[in-house]
């Protein structure tokens, strides 16, 4: 089965930025990050397909940025902009998703 591993969280300011990553074991054609904050659902908050066409939540619109690396079977997202509300563990995994990694945490507060 396909492992997804992310890294890049963290705490951060309201306002601040914070590059995710995720290495994925074999390629597959659409990359998606979700999240989950505590006591919610999970949310796919971006995805991306081979052909780059990228789709965006709403709330995240016009500040967070997939992009991946085929060659480095690497996804990222960039989130700039960062709202108290972004605070959630945040995982990579395929759209429709399979078996979910650890994901990474990111806390946004002052």
């Known amino acids: 089965q396909v492992q997804f591993v992310e890294s890049g969280g963290g705490l951060v300011q309201p306002g601040g930025s914070l590059r995710l990553s995720c290495v994925v074991s074999?390629?597959?054609?659409?990359v998606a990050w979700y999240r989950q904050a505590p006591g919610k659902q999970r949310e796919l908050v971006a995805r991306?397909?081979?052909?780059?066409?990228?789709s965006y939540l709403d709330s995240v619109k016009g500040r967070f940025t997939i992009s991946r690396d085929t060659a480095k079977r690497t996804a990222y997202l960039q989130m700039n902009s960062l709202k108290p509300e972004d605070t959630a563990v945040y995982y990579c995994?395929?759209?429709?998703?399979?078996?979910w990694g650890q994901g990474t945490q990111v806390t946004v507060s002052s």
């Open positions: 995994n395929s759209d429709p998703p399979g078996y």
């Open positions: 991306i397909s081979s052909w780059s066409i990228r």
């Open positions: 074999e390629d597959i054609s659409i």
